[in-house]
T-cell receptor
Framework: GQNIDQPTEMTATEGAIVQINCTYQ??????LFWYQQHAGEAPTFLSY????GLEEKGRFSSFLSRSKGYSYLLLKELQMKDSASYLC???????????FGAGTTVTVRA | EAQVTQNPRYLITVTGKKLTVTCSQN?????MSWYRQDPGLGLRQIYY???????DKGDVPEGYKVSRKEKRNFPLILESPSPNQTSLYFC???????????FGPGTRLLVL
Protein backbone atom coordinates (compact mmCIF):
# COMPACT_ATOMS: atom_id res chain seq x y z
CA GLY A 1 0.00 0.00 0.00
CA GLN A 2 0.89 3.64 0.02
CA ASN A 3 0.83 6.18 2.85
CA ILE A 4 0.38 9.73 1.66
CA ASP A 5 0.33 12.57 4.17
CA GLN A 6 -0.50 16.21 3.63
CA PRO A 7 -1.76 18.91 6.01
CA THR A 8 -5.51 19.14 6.41
CA GLU A 9 -5.88 22.91 6.18
CA MET A 10 -3.87 26.02 5.38
CA THR A 11 -4.82 29.68 5.36
CA ALA A 12 -3.02 32.48 3.55
CA THR A 13 -3.54 36.05 2.46
CA GLU A 14 -4.26 37.20 -1.07
CA GLY A 15 -1.00 37.93 -2.89
CA ALA A 16 1.06 35.73 -0.58
CA ILE A 17 2.78 32.39 -1.19
CA VAL A 18 1.68 29.05 0.24
CA GLN A 19 3.60 25.76 0.20
CA ILE A 20 1.67 22.50 0.57
CA ASN A 21 3.85 19.56 1.58
CA CYS A 22 3.19 15.94 0.74
CA THR A 23 5.13 12.95 2.06
CA TYR A 24 4.65 9.43 0.82
CA GLN A 25 5.78 5.86 1.26
CA UNK A 26 5.30 3.50 -1.63
CA UNK A 27 6.46 0.15 -2.92
CA UNK A 28 7.66 1.31 -6.33
CA UNK A 29 7.19 4.84 -7.62
CA UNK A 30 5.96 5.98 -11.01
CA UNK A 31 5.09 9.62 -10.57
CA LEU A 32 3.50 12.15 -8.26
CA PHE A 33 0.53 14.31 -9.20
CA TRP A 34 -1.14 17.40 -7.82
CA TYR A 35 -4.80 18.13 -8.44
CA GLN A 36 -6.99 21.09 -7.53
CA GLN A 37 -10.58 20.56 -6.46
CA HIS A 38 -13.01 23.39 -5.83
CA ALA A 39 -15.91 22.64 -3.52
CA GLY A 40 -18.60 20.65 -5.27
CA GLU A 41 -16.55 20.15 -8.41
CA ALA A 42 -14.36 17.48 -9.99
CA PRO A 43 -10.57 17.49 -9.49
CA THR A 44 -8.50 19.13 -12.21
CA PHE A 45 -4.91 18.21 -13.04
CA LEU A 46 -2.22 20.68 -11.96
CA SER A 47 1.16 18.99 -12.25
CA TYR A 48 3.14 15.79 -12.63
CA UNK A 49 6.63 15.00 -11.35
CA UNK A 50 8.51 11.78 -11.98
CA UNK A 51 12.11 13.02 -11.71
CA UNK A 52 13.64 15.00 -8.86
CA GLY A 53 13.44 18.74 -9.12
CA LEU A 54 11.10 21.63 -9.67
CA GLU A 55 8.43 21.91 -12.34
CA GLU A 56 7.09 25.42 -12.85
CA LYS A 57 3.82 26.24 -14.51
CA GLY A 58 2.80 29.86 -14.17
CA ARG A 59 1.95 30.70 -10.55
CA PHE A 60 2.12 27.05 -9.55
CA SER A 61 5.29 25.01 -9.05
CA SER A 62 5.75 21.43 -7.89
CA PHE A 63 8.88 19.88 -6.41
CA LEU A 64 9.84 16.25 -5.95
CA SER A 65 12.55 14.44 -3.98
CA ARG A 66 12.23 10.72 -4.57
CA SER A 67 14.91 9.78 -2.04
CA LYS A 68 13.02 11.63 0.70
CA GLY A 69 9.54 10.61 -0.43
CA TYR A 70 8.62 14.28 -0.45
CA SER A 71 6.89 16.75 -2.70
CA TYR A 72 5.50 20.23 -2.36
CA LEU A 73 3.14 22.40 -4.35
CA LEU A 74 3.96 26.09 -4.28
CA LEU A 75 1.23 28.59 -5.02
CA LYS A 76 2.48 32.13 -5.66
CA GLU A 77 0.62 35.44 -5.88
CA LEU A 78 -2.42 33.86 -4.29
CA GLN A 79 -5.81 34.84 -5.62
CA MET A 80 -9.21 34.32 -4.05
CA LYS A 81 -10.04 31.75 -6.73
CA ASP A 82 -7.15 29.59 -5.44
CA SER A 83 -9.28 28.71 -2.40
CA ALA A 84 -9.76 24.99 -2.97
CA SER A 85 -8.63 21.56 -1.90
CA TYR A 86 -5.25 20.39 -3.24
CA LEU A 87 -4.76 16.67 -3.66
CA CYS A 88 -1.43 14.88 -3.76
CA UNK A 89 -1.43 11.51 -5.57
CA UNK A 90 1.23 8.85 -6.11
CA UNK A 91 1.29 6.26 -8.86
CA UNK A 92 2.82 2.88 -8.23
CA UNK A 93 5.29 1.45 -10.71
CA UNK A 94 4.29 -2.20 -10.96
CA UNK A 95 0.54 -1.89 -11.42
CA UNK A 96 -0.10 1.81 -12.13
CA UNK A 97 -2.48 2.15 -9.20
CA UNK A 98 -3.04 5.75 -8.16
CA UNK A 99 -3.41 6.63 -4.48
CA PHE A 100 -4.47 10.03 -3.17
CA GLY A 101 -3.81 11.87 0.04
CA ALA A 102 -6.81 13.20 1.95
CA GLY A 103 -6.26 16.68 0.50
CA THR A 104 -5.28 20.09 1.86
CA THR A 105 -7.95 22.77 2.03
CA VAL A 106 -6.44 26.17 1.27
CA THR A 107 -8.38 29.26 2.25
CA VAL A 108 -7.26 32.57 0.76
CA ARG A 109 -8.27 35.62 2.74
CA ALA A 110 -8.45 39.19 1.49
CA GLU B 1 -15.99 19.35 -26.59
CA ALA B 2 -13.65 16.86 -24.91
CA GLN B 3 -15.33 15.53 -21.82
CA VAL B 4 -16.09 12.71 -19.42
CA THR B 5 -19.77 12.25 -18.66
CA GLN B 6 -21.41 10.32 -15.85
CA ASN B 7 -25.03 9.34 -15.30
CA PRO B 8 -26.89 9.72 -13.12
CA ARG B 9 -25.48 12.74 -11.30
CA TYR B 10 -27.55 12.04 -8.20
CA LEU B 11 -29.09 8.79 -7.05
CA ILE B 12 -30.97 7.69 -3.96
CA THR B 13 -31.56 3.96 -3.68
CA VAL B 14 -32.22 1.25 -1.13
CA THR B 15 -29.99 -1.52 0.16
CA GLY B 16 -29.72 -4.47 -2.19
CA LYS B 17 -31.17 -2.88 -5.31
CA LYS B 18 -28.69 -3.31 -8.16
CA LEU B 19 -27.58 -0.13 -9.87
CA THR B 20 -25.22 0.97 -12.62
CA VAL B 21 -23.45 4.30 -12.96
CA THR B 22 -22.39 4.96 -16.51
CA CYS B 23 -19.21 6.71 -17.60
CA SER B 24 -18.37 7.75 -21.12
CA GLN B 25 -15.48 9.71 -22.64
CA ASN B 26 -15.12 11.12 -26.14
CA UNK B 27 -11.33 11.55 -26.19
CA UNK B 28 -10.41 8.02 -27.34
CA UNK B 29 -8.50 7.49 -24.09
CA UNK B 30 -7.19 4.03 -23.28
CA UNK B 31 -7.09 4.47 -19.51
CA MET B 32 -10.25 4.87 -17.42
CA SER B 33 -10.78 4.71 -13.69
CA TRP B 34 -13.40 4.93 -10.95
CA TYR B 35 -12.90 6.65 -7.59
CA ARG B 36 -14.99 7.28 -4.54
CA GLN B 37 -14.50 10.34 -2.38
CA ASP B 38 -15.42 10.43 1.29
CA PRO B 39 -14.79 13.19 3.85
CA GLY B 40 -11.41 12.80 5.55
CA LEU B 41 -10.42 9.90 3.32
CA GLY B 42 -9.86 11.65 0.03
CA LEU B 43 -10.18 9.95 -3.31
CA ARG B 44 -9.80 6.18 -3.33
CA GLN B 45 -9.45 4.17 -6.51
CA ILE B 46 -12.06 1.44 -6.99
CA TYR B 47 -11.17 -0.08 -10.37
CA TYR B 48 -9.20 0.98 -13.38
CA UNK B 49 -8.83 -0.15 -16.98
CA UNK B 50 -5.77 0.19 -19.17
CA UNK B 51 -7.73 -0.66 -22.33
CA UNK B 52 -10.69 -2.60 -23.70
CA UNK B 53 -11.27 -5.89 -21.84
CA UNK B 54 -8.45 -5.07 -19.37
CA UNK B 55 -9.55 -4.15 -15.85
CA ASP B 56 -7.75 -4.19 -12.49
CA LYS B 57 -8.69 -3.65 -8.88
CA GLY B 58 -7.81 -0.41 -7.16
CA ASP B 59 -7.57 0.04 -3.42
CA VAL B 60 -11.27 -0.43 -2.56
CA PRO B 61 -12.87 -2.84 -5.10
CA GLU B 62 -15.10 -4.78 -2.69
CA GLY B 63 -18.80 -4.51 -3.56
CA TYR B 64 -18.18 -3.13 -7.06
CA LYS B 65 -17.88 -4.52 -10.57
CA VAL B 66 -16.79 -2.90 -13.81
CA SER B 67 -16.63 -3.82 -17.46
CA ARG B 68 -14.80 -2.37 -20.45
CA LYS B 69 -16.40 -3.70 -23.60
CA GLU B 70 -15.87 -0.51 -25.59
CA LYS B 71 -13.12 2.06 -25.36
CA ARG B 72 -15.43 4.97 -24.57
CA ASN B 73 -17.53 3.37 -21.80
CA PHE B 74 -16.62 2.15 -18.33
CA PRO B 75 -19.73 1.46 -16.23
CA LEU B 76 -19.58 0.93 -12.47
CA ILE B 77 -21.95 -1.73 -11.16
CA LEU B 78 -23.13 -2.16 -7.60
CA GLU B 79 -24.80 -5.58 -7.50
CA SER B 80 -26.14 -5.22 -3.97
CA PRO B 81 -25.55 -1.70 -2.65
CA SER B 82 -25.10 -1.15 1.06
CA PRO B 83 -25.19 2.07 3.12
CA ASN B 84 -21.38 2.13 3.39
CA GLN B 85 -21.29 2.70 -0.38
CA THR B 86 -22.94 6.07 0.09
CA SER B 87 -20.35 8.36 -1.42
CA LEU B 88 -19.37 10.73 -4.21
CA TYR B 89 -18.13 8.80 -7.23
CA PHE B 90 -15.84 10.10 -9.95
CA CYS B 91 -14.95 8.54 -13.28
CA UNK B 92 -11.75 9.65 -15.00
CA UNK B 93 -9.84 8.99 -18.20
CA UNK B 94 -6.49 9.77 -19.76
CA UNK B 95 -4.37 9.02 -22.76
CA UNK B 96 -1.67 6.52 -21.74
CA UNK B 97 0.98 8.70 -23.41
CA UNK B 98 0.03 11.73 -21.34
CA UNK B 99 -0.31 12.36 -17.64
CA UNK B 100 -3.33 14.65 -17.57
CA UNK B 101 -6.30 12.76 -16.15
CA UNK B 102 -9.75 14.18 -16.86
CA PHE B 103 -12.49 13.69 -14.31
CA GLY B 104 -16.22 13.46 -14.86
CA PRO B 105 -18.58 15.73 -12.89
CA GLY B 106 -19.26 13.15 -10.18
CA THR B 107 -22.23 11.02 -9.08
CA ARG B 108 -23.57 11.50 -5.59
CA LEU B 109 -25.03 8.22 -4.33
CA LEU B 110 -27.11 7.70 -1.20
CA VAL B 111 -27.94 4.13 -0.18
CA LEU B 112 -30.67 3.87 2.44
Amino acid sequence: GQNIDQPTEMTATEGAIVQINCTYQTSGFNGLFWYQQHAGEAPTFLSYNVLDGLEEKGRFSSFLSRSKGYSYLLLKELQMKDSASYLCAVRRANDYKLSFGAGTTVTVRA
Amino acid sequence: EAQVTQNPRYLITVTGKKLTVTCSQNMNHEYMSWYRQDPGLGLRQIYYSMNVEVTDKGDVPEGYKVSRKEKRNFPLILESPSPNQTSLYFCASRDTLEETQYFGPGTRLLVL
